[in-house]
T-cell receptor, first 111, second 116 residues
Framework: GEDVEQSLFLSVREGDSSVINCTYTDSSSTYLYWYKQEPGAGLQLLTYIFSNMDMKQDQRLTVLLNKKDKHLSLRIADTQTGDSAIYFCAASGAGSYQLTFGKGTKLSVIP | EPEVTQTPSHQVTQMGQEVILRCVPI?????FYWYRQILGQKVEFLVSFYNNEISEKSEIFDDQFSVERPDGSNFTLKIRSTKLEDSAMYFC??????????????FGPGTRLLVL
């Protein structure tokens, strides 16, 4: 089955860019998602990208997809202290309803 | 903005007891899901539900689990006889169901279940 991997921790200074990386194994994954989880809160959808796209930009967020390497990244420009959270990468396979999640990357923003 | 809600936020139970976790999906959504996250582990899919029946389930979703849409707004997950290893955060999610399985799923805040 699908496996999604992420690094567990990332620390950046306020104002810098953050890049969170994710790899997945199933080449038939059609949608890839980034969710954000703040302490005590649920999973908030940040953005998603369809597998026939290479890049998607949404305000401070840029998603890059390298389908050949099965690598997904989320870049947050001008990172703020409010961006401190756990960021989850998730993939959905063709014809399946289940999302497969990574373990989450804890982003810490240093003022 | 509409959101998925879940009750209770925390539940403590004794091993062997039955628990029911409740969710109110977004009102015009047609697909409903349960996921769980054991502390320190990945978020895992349990089950998806559409048109009053299970559409997909994982190996985790064995006979001790069941789901129900008892009325027009609630979606429940029942664990019949809880085990210690059922302790986890349980997330409910819903999606519109118009564009198939790849539609975006919106998650609730979760119910933290602790089995003693």
């Amino acid at each position: 089955g699908e496996d999604v991997e992420q690094s567990l921790f990332l620390s950046v200074r306020e104002g810098d860019s953050s890049v969170i990386n994710c790899t997945y194994t199933d080449s038939s994954s059609t949608y890839l998602y980034w969710y954000k989880q703040e302490p005590g809160a649920g999973l908030q959808l940040l953005t998603y990208i369809f597998s026939n796209m290479d890049m998607k930009q949404d305000q401070r967020l840029t998603v890059l997809l390298n389908k050949k390497d099965k690598h997904l990244s989320l870049r947050i420009a001008d990172t703020q202290t409010g961006d401190s959270a756990i960021y989850f990468c998730a993939a959905s396979g063709a014809g399946s309803y289940q999302l497969t999640f990574g373990k989450g990357t804890k982003l810490s923003v240093i003022p | 903005e509409p959101e998925v809600t879940q009750t209770p936020s925390h539940q403590v139970t004794q091993m062997g007891q039955e628990v029911i976790l409740r969710c109110v999906p977004i009102s015009n959504h047609l697909y409903f899901y349960w996921y769980r996250q054991i502390l320190g582990q990945k978020v895992e899919f349990l089950v998806s539900f559409y048109n009053n029946e299970i559409s997909e389930k994982s190996e985790i979703f064995d006979d001790q689990f069941s789901v129900e849409r008892p009325d027009g707004s609630n979606f429940t997950l029942k664990i019949r006889s809880t085990k210690l290893e059922d302790s986890a955060m349980y997330f409910c999610a819903s999606s519109r169901g118009l564009a198939g399985p790849q539609e975006t799923q919106y998650f609730g805040p979760g119910t933290r279940l602790l089995v003693l």
